[in-house]
């Protein structure tokens, strides 16, 4: 069984930083991405950035320079490093985890970040 715990997430002002870490447990059995997700009051679940197991990186145009995503093989890990933050950024982070050998993506129960204006 694959489990995913996100940390990180918090109060912080408009302009501020904070990091998130995501920690995969169980049989990985070739992860071929990992990324997160946010969901903002009464919004839809949006992809906000992804890592692929060779490294490469895409994100969603708002967070497109304030945001950064790494992962650590070694310890199954991802992490997202979110910059000048905005009252627009508020919102539950999900990580996620995709493996091919089972079809399908895993997923965290979220952790909540909100900046205030």
């Known amino acids: 069984q694959v489990q995913l715990v996100e940390s990180g997430g918090g109060l912080v002002q408009t302009g501020g930083s904070l990091r998130l870490s995501c920690a995969a447990s169980?049989?990985?059995?070739?992860?071929?991405?990992m990324g997160w997700f946010r969901q903002a009051p009464g919004g839809e679940r949006t992809e906000v950035a992804k890592?692929?197991?060779?490294?490469?990186?895409t994100y969603d145009d708002p967070v497109q320079g304030r945001f950064t995503i790494t992962g650590d093989n070694a310890k199954n890990a991802v992490y997202l490093q979110m910059n000048s933050l905005k009252p627009e950024d508020t919102a539950v982070y999900y990580c996620y985890q995709y493996i091919p050998y089972y079809g399908r993506a895993y997923w965290g129960k979220g952790t909540l970040v909100t900046v205030s204006s």
């Open positions: 169980g049989p990985g059995f070739g992860s071929f991405a």
């Open positions: 890592i692929f197991d060779d490294g490469s990186t």
